[in-house]
């Protein structure tokens, strides 16, 4: 199993990223998967989730502003962050779990992890 995220980078507080996640080595439509993100020092903390059967979850923090998206023909989970806020500053990690995950946005739920890409958000 290997997830590669892309994406991220520097942002001024109210502008817009899209990252994504591309999945290999697994049944990638079947998974369970979900999006990290952690700041040193602090606990890895869920953001969104979306089930094989496409059912999503979100942080309060982040509901109406991140949208997550999966393109399993692609192998491919998105996560599109608009209004964004110098607290979403954080390295980002995409998950992934055969399933079923019962609690979506718990790290212990998830089995295979990314190495992470950085997200700066500055005022």
């Known amino acids: 199993v290997q997830m590669v995220e892309s994406g991220g980078g520097s942002v001024q507080a109210g502008g817009s990223l899209r990252l994504s996640c591309e999945g290999s080595g697994f049944t990638f439509s079947t998974y369970d998967m979900a999006w990290f993100r952690q700041v040193p020092g602090q606990v890895r903390e869920g953001v969104a989730a979306?089930?094989?059967?496409?059912?999503?979850t979100y942080a309060n923090s982040v509901k109406g502003r991140f949208t997550i998206s999966r393109d399993n023909a692609k192998e491919m989970l998105s996560l599109d962050m608009n209004s964004l806020k110098v607290a979403d500053t954080g390295m980002y990690y995409c998950?992934?779990?055969?399933?079923?995950?019962?609690?979506?946005?718990?790290?212990?739920?998830?089995?295979?992890w990314g190495q992470g890409t950085q997200v700066t958000v500055s005022s």
């Open positions: 979306i089930g094989s059967d496409g059912k999503t």
């Open positions: 998950a992934s779990y055969p399933g079923p995950v019962i609690n979506h946005l718990a790290t212990w739920e998830y089995r295979y």
